[in-house]
């Protein structure tokens, strides 16, 4: 369905954003991965995802907190692989702490990360998008797009942010073949969860299994674990003709924890 299309899926070298890559190179789409990680583990991220869809795969390790080195990675997919077509916005961060001791410096860099990225890679994509009267744009926003949770002022301002510049992206693309969504899960188990569930589990004195347990009855009524293949299927699904007129929503896979 996306041959011959690039997508680049910003922090892609693990959890959701490494799903979203696979589903889209299933469907025949070249890739950007992007992200950090160990050299030798990520060529053979880059090199897996190549030889299991025989698609096209290159890696940027640009630092989505640095404009810059944005404008530099959107420039050299296209000189490998051709305008970006699929644009998902997924790197991101996480810190916890009450808004009165959040360190001024976490806020910058989550700020940075999980929100501002976001606008610079669309800024440098769409041009191309719209030339070609096609393009996808999926943000990975996030329930704490929608709702609040105690201790996350920063990442819940961004998602939040997220939400509005997918609203606005979606206006101002509006008609010209290029849609941009939000979607907005709850827990899905990857490393910026686990460190949730770790520190859990330590503070509270309590096992592992545990912790995860009541982390989704706190806020997940499903009762189970989102995983980045459901959400990869959905990108796929919105990269498709059926989803040609969603635009500027916010689509929630998250165990009915917004329905509350
Ligand atoms: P993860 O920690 O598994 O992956 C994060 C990825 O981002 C990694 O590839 C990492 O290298 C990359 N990254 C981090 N900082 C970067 C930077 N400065 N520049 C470039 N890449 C950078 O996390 P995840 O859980 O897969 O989260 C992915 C996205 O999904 C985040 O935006 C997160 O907020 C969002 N999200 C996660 C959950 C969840 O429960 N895990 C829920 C809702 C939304």
New binding site residues.
Partial sequence: MLEGTTALV??????????VAEALAGQGANIV?????DPAEIEGLRAGLAERHGVRVMHS??????PN?IDLMIREAKDELGPVDILV??????HVAPVDEFPPEKWD?II???LN?AFYTIHHALPDMRAKGWGRIIN??????LVASAGKAA?VA??HGMVGLTKVTALDTAGSGVTCNA?????????????QVDSRAASEGIPVEQAKRELLAEKQPGGE??T?EQ?GAYAVFLCSDAARTITGAQIQI?GGWTAQ
């Fill in positions: 910003t922090g892609s070298t693990s959890g959701i954003g490494l799903g991965l992007n992200g950090f990680g390790a640009a630092d989505m907190a640095e080195a916005n997924n790197a991101g961060i996480q860099k940075d990360i999980n990225h990975i926003a996030s329930a704490h797009g990442y961004a998602k979607i907005c899960p709850g827990w899905v188990l990857t490393p910026l969860v686990q460190k674990f989102v980045p959400i998250d």
